[in-house]
């Protein structure tokens, strides 16, 4: 049974582009959930997608945006890229919109130069 | 709102010793709680979680924390220390009510020496 898939896992982007980062969930889940840790920090909560509609929303600004798509996958798109958005970017899946069932995927590290 | 607070950054240990990492959280609802590990290049693994009853949980590889209402704490300890246990752990809070995002603390990354 596959757990939570994302690609790539390795980017390198430069200053002003614009990266979409991709997630399978878990089989079985319905929510995705992605999370950005910075270097040497904890993750922190970006959104959330459920049914295909954005849930909840973290203290993040409208240069990430996302998707899901009717097979529950999802993207996160982020526009105009930082220097400070260099990070590991974490997606989770779970059943249904609580985090009692989080999995987590291994994470894209997304490097902005 | 939620916070967490994991106190120490780094936490060093020697194989076989006692582990304590310590987290305290502040919720304006009572929380659910968890534990996380990170190995290196890896994502997150879920080592235990609280969300109501019994206030001592058990969880994976030896691992338990318990619930502390008045004082606001979810400590994370480990009898004996092994090698492999070397790994960033992170503690995270959720609201009861509406659990469906995690707030993280800053983690503490924990050091076995052999």
């Known amino acids: 049974d596959a757990g939570v898939t994302q690609s790539p896992t390795h980017l390198i982007k430069t200053r002003g582009q614009q990266v979409t980062l991709r997630c399978s969930p878990k089989?079985?889940?319905?929510?995705v959930s992605w999370y950005q840790q910075a270097l040497g920090q904890g993750p922190q909560f970006i959104f959330q997608?459920?049914?295909?509609?954005?849930?909840q929303r973290g203290n993040f600004p409208d240069r990430f945006s996302g998707h899901q798509f009717p097979n529950y996958s999802s993207e996160l798109n982020v526009n105009a890229l930082l220097l400070g958005d260099s990070a590991l970017y974490l997606c989770?899946?779970?059943?249904?919109?609580?985090?009692?069932?989080?999995?987590f995927g291994s994470g894209t590290r997304l490097t902005v130069v | 709102a939620q916070s967490v607070t994991q106190l120490g950054s780094h936490v060093s240990v020697s194989e076989g010793a006692l582990v304590l990492l310590r987290c305290n959280y502040s919720?304006?609802?009572?929380?659910?709680l968890f534990w996380y590990v990170q190995y290196p290049n890896q994502g997150l693994q879920l080592l235990l979680k609280?969300?109501?009853?019994?206030?001592l949980v058990k969880g994976i590889n030896g691992f338990e924390a318990e619930f502390k209402k008045s004082e606001t704490s979810f400590h994370l300890t480990k009898p004996s220390a092994h090698m492999s246990d070397a790994a960033e752990y992170f503690c995270a809070v959720s609201p009861n009510n509406a659990g469906n995002m995690l707030t993280f603390g800053g983690g503490t990354r924990l050091m076995v020496k052999p």
């Open positions: 609280y969300t109501t009853g019994a206030t």
């Open positions: 919720s304006s609802v009572p929380p659910y």
């Open positions: 997608y459920y049914e295909e509609e954005e849930r």
């Open positions: 989770a899946s779970s059943l249904g919109d609580s985090v009692y069932g989080y999995t």
């Open positions: 089989s079985g889940h319905d929510t």
